[in-house]
């Protein structure tokens, strides 16, 4: 079984919470889980397979300990890796800058060589901009928006883990 890392940052427990029901959802025997804050670049890069998961603060900046470890991240050579994204954002509220933090890390990977998996749709989302969009109509990756639709974020999770399985990122 290839184990996946996951790499996660949270300010108020947002993001922490939608990791426990994301574990669940994909096995958590199959996941090895990092608050981003206790993480290394050695210990991504002993990943081929990756889920990052981060919130948006600020008008469109990384969640905190994503913000002070983003000079190392930089430096990852993400060639032969493949990344799922998550983020967690407010559309109402910074409907200018919703889900930014998965724009700023996925364009990093993607300039380091590694493959996005899980894109998703911006149907059922209103908001002004993104650096979250990867291409009209597609962020490069779930959002999520406990702010304003919280009754949708399982399902949203649920069907996510399904795209990623059938896209050959995670085992059935
Ligand atoms: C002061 C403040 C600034 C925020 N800035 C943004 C932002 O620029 N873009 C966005 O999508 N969400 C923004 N949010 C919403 C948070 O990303 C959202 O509440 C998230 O669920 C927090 O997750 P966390 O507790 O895991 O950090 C902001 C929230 C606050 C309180």
Not at 7 to 21: A, N
Not at 87 to 110: A, K, P, R, T
Not at 141 to 153: K, R, Y
Request: proline content about 1%; overall charge negative; some cysteine.
């Amino acid at each position: 079984m290839v184990k996946t890392g996951l790499f996660w940052g949270s300010d108020t427990g947002m993001t922490e919470e939608v990791v426990e029901v994301l574990l669940d959802i994909i096995g958590c025997q199959k996941v090895d889980s990092f608050n981003i804050f206790n993480a290394s670049v050695q210990k991504i890069e002993q990943y081929n397979h990756l889920i990052f998961g981060l919130s948006t603060w600020y008008d469109g900046e990384l969640q905190s300990d994503w913000d002070e470890f983003f000079e190392q991240f930089k430096s990852i050579d993400f060639r032969g890796k493949r990344v799922a994204l998550f983020g967690l954002g407010d559309q109402e509220g910074y409907s200018e800058y919703f889900v930014d933090g998965i724009g700023i890390i996925g364009e990093v990977i993607e300039q380091n060589g590694g493959k996005i998996m899980g894109k998703w749709s911006t149907n059922g989302y209103e908001f002004e901009c993104s650096k979250g969009l990867y291409e009209e109509g597609y962020f490069f990756g779930l959002a999520i928006d406990e702010d304003n639709q919280p009754e949708q974020t399982d399902d949203r999770l649920q069907q996510w883990v399904e795209q990623l399985v059938n896209e050959g990122f995670l085992d059935k």
